[in-house]
């Protein structure tokens, strides 16, 4: 009673965020070996940390390494990341994991009132962010579950956002657009918003017309872009993400990020997985060999699916997803149903190793075959 009249409002109205259900938690629910669940729902990399990632933070595991704190401003892999990016130090933010970059940019740049954009079945955590700090968001209407950037561009005639966030690829749809589209849009939007560009599955996308948007940011001093360690690089256990921007934009989130928000080992695990090329590579070669199966898979079901190109793909029912989710659970197989991201006849899956795939395949269509109603 007493903490209801003491929360903040716009803590009070947050709808909490959902996780793919971890393996752990299902093993002990279903009785199940650990190594038995098949767990296809957050769209890790199904190969893991690069073997010099794994390497260094073993190496780490040291009284005087873990005893003290880490490096508070990144500097190593900061360094790593500014060769990589070809960005100077000055213009990253390191975040745990790139949710937390986005919090920080609510944090330094919404205010209580202050609207914010994303699309309609953009991922979650952008309302999450803008409702945490009282902002408004608003979603914009998507076409075919994909963001519409012409319908922001229409949207400026009724309001100004001061942040806009796009995914590209989005999560939950795969969906992704164009350098052409997003151009057009940065050259509408005035320079008192800013555009949050979140590329946290860019190293899957092979399209020449895909934009890099790093190499906008010196053409739209208003353009944060946000990536990730947490899939291609198989890094989503140590957490860790950045944003690069302008030196001033940069210099604001590291006032408002905590001073120790990335630890020992996921700093030394990110630096060194970045010099890792070929285990890059063949995640990514992975990921195209099993997207091409799945995909191949779902058009011979006769199923539809929004086409991919991230890792995972997002499957639409004929009939609400929650069911399907639930009977797979009993089977050993998470895998992740869209209701909350007003998709309720979805379910996304994310792409794992072959034998996973299949097994999921496997299984998903006996659970089909044994629906009521089925043929
Ligand atoms: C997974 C994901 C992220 C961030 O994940 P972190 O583990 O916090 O880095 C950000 N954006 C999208 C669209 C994602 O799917």
Same mark, same amino acid.
């Given at each position: 009673?007493?903490?209801?009249?003491?929360?903040?409002?716009?803590?009070?109205?947050?709808?909490?965020?959902?996780?793919?259900?971890?393996?752990?938690?299902?093993?002990?629910?279903?009785?199940?070996?650990?190594?038995?669940?098949?767990?296809?729902?957050?769209?890790?990399?199904?190969?893991?940390?690069?073997?010099?990632?794994?390497?260094?933070?073993?190496?780490?595991?040291?009284?005087?390494?873990?005893?003290?704190?880490?490096?508070?401003?990144?500097?190593?892999?900061?360094?790593?990341?500014?060769?990589?990016?070809?960005?100077?130090?000055?213009?990253?933010?390191?975040?745990?994991?790139?949710?937390?970059?986005?919090?920080?940019?609510?944090?330094?740049?919404?205010?209580?009132?202050?609207?914010?954009?994303?699309?309609?079945?953009?991922?979650?955590? *952008?309302? $999450? !962010?803008?409702?945490? +700090? =009282?902002? %408004?968001?608003?979603?914009?209407?998507?076409? &075919? /579950?994909?963001?519409?950037?012409?319908?922001?561009?229409?949207?400026?005639?009724?309001?100004?956002?001061?942040?806009?966030?796009?995914?590209?690829?989005?999560?939950?749809?795969?969906?992704?657009?164009?350098?052409?589209?997003?151009?057009?849009?940065?050259?509408?939007?005035?320079?008192?918003?800013?555009?949050?560009?979140?590329?946290?599955?860019?190293?899957?996308?092979?399209?020449?017309?895909?934009?890099?948007?790093?190499?906008?940011?010196?053409?739209?001093?208003?353009?944060?872009?946000?990536?990730?360690?947490?899939?291609? *690089?198989? $890094? !989503?256990?140590?957490? +860790? =993400?950045? %944003?690069?921007?302008?030196?001033?934009?940069? &210099? /604001?989130?590291?006032?408002?990020?905590?001073?120790?928000?990335?630890?020992?080992?996921?700093?030394?695990?990110?630096?060194?997985?970045?010099?890792?090329?070929?285990?890059?590579?063949?995640?990514?070669?992975?990921?195209?060999?099993?997207?091409?199966?799945?995909?191949?898979?779902?058009?011979?079901?006769?199923?539809?699916?929004?086409?991919?190109?991230?890792?995972?793909?997002?499957?639409?029912?004929?009939?609400?997803?929650?069911?399907?989710?639930?009977?797979?659970?009993?089977?050993?197989?998470?895998?992740?149903?869209?209701?909350?991201?007003?998709?309720?006849?979805?379910?996304?899956?994310?792409?794992?190793?072959?034998?996973?795939? &299949?097994?999921?395949?496997?299984?998903?269509?006996?659970?089909?075959?044994?629906?009521?109603?089925?043929?």
């Amino acid at each position: 009673m007493t903490v209801k009249t003491l929360v903040s409002p716009s803590v009070a109205a947050l709808q909490p965020y959902v996780p793919g259900k971890p393996i752990d938690e299902l093993a002990r629910e279903i009785g199940f070996a650990e190594c038995a669940i098949i767990k296809l729902a957050s769209n890790e990399s199904p190969l893991g940390p690069s073997p010099a990632a794994l390497a260094a933070i073993t190496g780490a595991l040291t009284y005087s390494d873990l005893g003290r704190y880490p490096d508070g401003n990144g500097f190593a892999l900061k360094k790593a990341l500014s060769t990589h990016t070809g960005c100077s130090a000055e213009c990253i933010t390191l975040g745990n994991g790139s949710n937390d970059v986005l919090i920080q940019i609510a944090q330094a740049f919404i205010h209580p009132g202050d609207v914010a954009w994303y699309s309609d079945h953009a991922f979650a955590i *952008y309302r $999450l !962010a803008v409702q945490q +700090v =009282g902002g %408004a968001g608003v979603a914009i209407p998507a076409t &075919d /579950y994909a963001h519409n950037l012409a319908h922001f561009q229409l949207a400026f005639s009724n309001s100004v956002p001061k942040v806009i966030f796009l995914a590209n690829p989005n999560n939950p749809t795969g969906t992704w657009f164009t350098r052409s589209a997003l151009v057009n849009l940065l050259e509408v939007t005035p320079e008192t918003t800013l555009v949050v560009l979140d590329e946290a599955y860019c190293e899957y996308i092979e399209d020449p017309e895909y934009p890099d948007g790093i190499a906008l940011l010196s053409h739209y001093p208003n353009l944060i872009v946000t990536r990730t360690f947490s899939k291609a *690089y198989g $890094l !989503a256990g140590l957490r +860790v =993400g950045y %944003a690069v921007s302008s030196p001033e934009i940069a &210099d /604001y989130l590291n006032r408002v990020r905590q001073p120790f928000n990335v630890n020992t080992l996921g700093l030394l695990a990110a630096e060194h997985c970045l010099s890792d090329k070929t285990h890059l590579q063949k995640a990514i070669e992975l990921n195209r060999q099993e997207l091409a199966k799945m995909t191949t898979w779902a058009q011979r079901q006769g199923m539809s699916y929004i086409e991919s190109n991230a890792n995972f793909l997002t499957l639409e029912l004929e009939q609400p997803a929650q069911v399907i989710f639930e009977k797979l659970l009993k089977k050993g197989v998470i895998v992740r149903p869209l209701q909350d991201y007003g998709m309720p006849n979805h379910l996304r899956v994310s792409i794992g190793l072959a034998r996973e795939n &299949d097994s999921f395949c496997k299984r998903f269509e006996n659970e089909l075959t044994s629906m009521p109603g089925a043929e």
